[in-house]
């Protein structure tokens, strides 16, 4: 069975801290995503990757970087924790676009509930 | 721009009458077009997805959406609702044109059948 897992499925933070959200997957996917869910906003998509040690920005960057040193594992890294930033995260892998053919089917972990103070 | 629309924020069905969970889209050239479900304190499941052929596309527990290119729509169906597919549901969409990675999210639908 195919599995996305990340680290917490709860956080409290305090602001100004810097947090690590971490994402593993055991499908070997290429792509690996990180959304933020908010409530009448959907899934608002914050940095994806499509291999080891590359990333692109999604729409909403700004106060977050990543990092993706092996290939299953993907971090979200909150720099310097604000309020607005208290939100779901969630992480997802698929298969490239082209090549193996899944047509972008993305396989989501649990989430993450991060609260900052 | 490219966008999703799911008009309704939330959904009420009777157990056992048929339901529909509307989404609309704009994008450039030809879609792929999906459906998540996202039980509560659940992450996302995929459920159905349409990327050519058939416009009527079948997927897991008895959910089916219909592909309509003249109304841009893809609503999600089931004839006979049960309380557990209680749930939030997501419509998405890929723009085929480009290189792109990224998938369109719609809102959500909050969809809440009473027995």
């Known amino acids: 069975d195919v599995k996305v897992t990340q680290s917490s499925r709860y956080l409290v933070k305090r602001t100004g801290e810097k947090v690590f959200l971490e994402c593993v997957q055991d499908?070997?996917?290429?792509?690996m995503f990180w959304y933020r869910q908010d409530p009448g906003l959907g899934l608002r998509l914050i940095y994806f990757s499509y291999d080891v040690k590359m990333k692109e920005k999604g729409d909403i960057p700004e106060g977050y970087s990543v990092s993706r040193e092996k290939k299953e594992r993907f971090s979200l890294i909150l720099e310097s924790a604000s309020t607005n930033q208290t939100s779901m995260y969630l992480c997802?892998?698929?298969?490239?676009?082209?090549?193996?053919?899944?047509?972008?089917?993305?396989?989501f972990g649990p989430g993450t509930r991060l609260t900052v103070l | 721009a490219q966008s999703v629309a799911q008009p309704e924020d939330q959904v009420n069905v009777a157990e056992g009458n048929p339901l529909t969970v509307k989404c609309t889209y704009s994008v450039s050239g030809n879609p792929y077009l999906f459906w998540y479900v996202q039980y509560p304190n659940r992450g996302l499941q995929f459920l159905l997805k349409?990327?050519?052929?058939d416009n009527l596309v079948k997927g897991s527990y008895g959910f089916e959406a219909e592909f309509n290119k003249s109304q841009t729509s893809f609503h999600l169906k089931k004839p006979s609702a049960l309380v557990s597919d209680s749930a939030l549901y997501f419509c998405a969409v890929r723009d085929r044109s480009g290189s792109n990675y990224q998938l369109i999210w719609g809102a959500g639908t909050k969809l809440i059948i009473k027995p």
């Open positions: 997802a892998s698929s298969l490239p676009v082209v090549g193996r053919g899944s047509y972008n089917e993305q396989f």
């Open positions: 349409y990327i050519t052929g």
């Open positions: 499908m070997d996917h290429e792509n």
